[in-house]
């Protein structure tokens, strides 16, 4: 059964920078566009960014767009978002999935534990 397993998140001040990983266990990520979401407090998850199966393509969520990258490196089966100019509504626990399609935001498999990302003003 597929792991998905996040990590690289942390407490940063406004304005700084982060990046996450995303890898699995079980599963080779290449055969699935990806996904990133977060969950903030007392909120539903939701979708921040996508990516194709071959990285060719992507969505961002507006309020993440021009501020973060991600990428997918398929030698490693691994997942990254690249968290540039971090803003404290950014606070949340991020999340990777495969998705059906880079615009269509639905989990395909089993989420993982999340990693907290914590920005202060």
């Known amino acids: 059964q597929v792991q998905l397993v996040e990590s690289g998140g942390g407490l940063v001040q406004a304005g700084g920078s982060l990046r996450l990983s995303c890898a699995a266990s079980g599963r080779t990520l290449s055969a699935y566009a990806m996904g990133w979401f977060r969950q903030a407090p007392g909120k539903e998850r939701e979708f921040v960014a996508g990516i194709s199966r071959s990285g060719a393509n992507t969505n961002y969520a507006d309020s993440v767009k021009d501020r973060f990258t991600i990428s997918r490196d398929n030698a490693r089966n691994t997942v990254y978002l690249q968290m540039n100019s971090l803003k404290p509504d950014d606070t949340a626990v991020y999340y990777c999935?495969?998705?059906?399609?880079?615009?269509?935001?639905?989990?395909?498999?089993?989420w993982g534990q999340g990693t907290q990302v914590t920005v202060s003003s």
């Open positions: 999935n495969a998705i059906p399609a880079t615009s269509i935001a639905r989990g395909l498999l089993n």
